[in-house]
């Protein structure tokens, strides 16, 4: 679960939209998140990811949030993934400051 977790709050952290936001638009609220819950762990199926994204944001988006946690790569694994890069020509950063003026 915290893998899963990492990657639900880095994209929420960079779209500054809730994860499954399409579940609150099929009529489930969202102040009742274990409805949503049941409903992921009926659908089994990762977040939607928005287009846009970096591919290495998405690829280590995907990795956090494959459904199955054995499938799941580990803390260590995704510590050495492309995404850390650091400085300001980090693609991360560059999304997160192009995304600042567009959302509220």
Do not use: M
């Not at 260590?76 to 560059?94: K, M, Q």
Request: proline residues 10%.
């Amino acid at each position: 679960g915290d893998i899963w977790s990492v990657g639900l709050s880095l994209l929420f952290l960079l779209t500054k939209t809730l994860p499954y936001a399409e579940l609150r638009q099929q009529g489930f609220s969202s102040t009742v998140p274990l409805a949503v819950f049941f409903r992921i762990a009926k659908e089994k199926r990762p977040p939607k990811l928005p287009t846009g994204l970096p591919a290495d944001v998405h690829d280590f988006l995907s990795k956090c949030t494959t459904f199955e946690p054995a499938q799941r790569q580990s803390a260590t694994e995704l510590l050495r993934h492309p995404l850390f890069a650091t400085g300001p020509n980090a693609s991360w950063l560059r999304y997160w400051n192009a995304n600042q003026a567009t959302k509220p």
